[in-house]
């Protein structure tokens, strides 16, 4: 059997080699993190600084302008959902276009009012200047009481009250005044998105699967060399495409089936529109349906985003106690839905869930019940 070697060296010799490489440089990494003072979470943070000073410094710019791509994006796909499947179903049944037409623009009024409100509704913000009771720690950045479930974030360089997250999308914090806002506004993006890819696969079938192009094809295409009769009546091969030199002969009269135009076919603006529109359903459908999914999870918890972590953490550290942490605000499914969605003091799921509402959430945001101190059923809240 052959051995591999390169310059010299046999296989056995460029493993043990590979290997002390490989030694050395961890000896290398674990040198710079020996101490107390210099781990490797320190050492990763030190590396990723550029990138989070990036994203402090230049997210709140950018965030403007990712507020106007929504926008355009939104209208850009409205409008050619009007453009081309608003005709294609009213020459199909009228009774059906009747129906799209109220779901369609039903789901599109809550997009645009869920959008808006979560853009322009302030995240909460813990009072300044005012001594609080409800204060749990001092944020280090901004050197004032936080009350709990509070979090600073680095964009907006300020405290927000039960902080879920950064959006860039929104160009805003969600946190406690604008959370349902922003879950409603992916649902219904969802939603929508579905809506058009369910009743636009009938379109997409036709003007984009099937080869509208070209209408006419060859039952028993022509092979071979073209040939003609002389007047002896031999057969003689055509060496030049010009069968009018003979100014005695008659032109030839050609009989040939020609490809139908068909009217109902797309022009080419309209099937890149098409694809556009399958592109852009698809891609929000597995983007915004993944996070809304993810966050559903989070409110069925009882927990936001930055708790979800935190929780994480906590639980481990108590499982090595050999003891079982308990997330404080976490009620149960049904109830952290209805306090979630604000379905509470009589409102019903319709008008609060189903319609675009304007109801703040309960409470002031600077305290929270938890499952300690939580009270009766028919005293909620």
């Excluded at 092979?223 to 057969?235: A, C, R, T």
Aim: aromatic fraction near 14%.
């Amino acid at each position: 059997m052959a051995r591999i070697t390169w310059r010299g060296h046999s296989s056995q010799e460029l493993l043990s080699m590979c290997r002390l490489r490989w030694s050395y440089m961890k000896h290398c990494w674990h040198s710079l993190t020996f101490n107390a003072h210099m781990n490797s979470s320190y050492a990763s943070d030190v590396c990723l600084t550029p990138i989070f000073w990036f994203v402090d410094n230049y997210t709140h710019c950018l965030g403007p302008f990712f507020v106007v791509g929504v926008a355009a994006l939104t209208t850009s796909v409205v409008s050619i959902a009007y453009w081309i499947g608003l005709p294609f179903w009213l020459a199909k049944s009228q009774l059906m276009t009747v129906f799209l037409l109220i779901v369609g623009n039903w789901l599109l009024l809550n997009v645009v009012f869920h959008y808006i409100m979560a853009v322009i509704t302030p995240p909460g913000y813990p009072p300044e200047g005012v001594s609080l009771v409800e204060a749990v720690s001092m944020c280090g950045k901004c050197i004032s009481p936080k009350p709990p479930r509070t979090h600073h974030c680095s964009v907006c360089n300020r405290c927000i009250l039960k902080m879920d997250h950064h959006c860039p999308w929104l160009n805003n914090c969600v946190g406690y005044a604008n959370h349902r806002y922003f879950f409603l506004y992916m649902m219904y993006t969802t939603m929508g998105c579905l809506f058009l890819i369910l009743f636009g696969l009938e379109i997409g079938y036709k003007y984009l699967w099937l080869d509208h192009g070209d209408n006419w094809t060859e039952v028993e295409p022509l092979e071979g060399q073209p040939v003609k009769f002389n007047l002896s009546g031999h057969i003689i091969p055509v060496t030049h495409p010009n069968e009018y030199d003979d100014f005695m002969m008659p032109p030839a009269v050609h009989n040939l089936p020609t490809p139908m135009v068909d009217l109902d076919a797309p022009s080419p603006g309209r099937r890149r529109a098409l694809w556009f529109m399958a592109f852009t359903n698809v891609a929000v459908v597995m983007a915004l349906g993944t996070l809304c999914t993810w966050h559903a999870k989070l409110i069925t918890r009882g927990e936001t985003s930055v708790e979800a972590h935190i929780n994480e953490a906590e639980r481990k550290r108590l499982l090595q106690q050999q003891r079982i942490y308990i997330n404080p605000y976490n009620f149960g499914t049904k109830k952290n839905w209805k306090l979630f969605l604000g379905l509470v003091r009589g409102r019903s799921f319709w008008r609060t869930v189903l319609l675009p509402s304007w109801h703040k959430p309960e409470g002031t945001g600077l305290s929270f019940h938890t499952v300690h101190d939580a009270p009766f059923e028919d005293e909620w809240p």
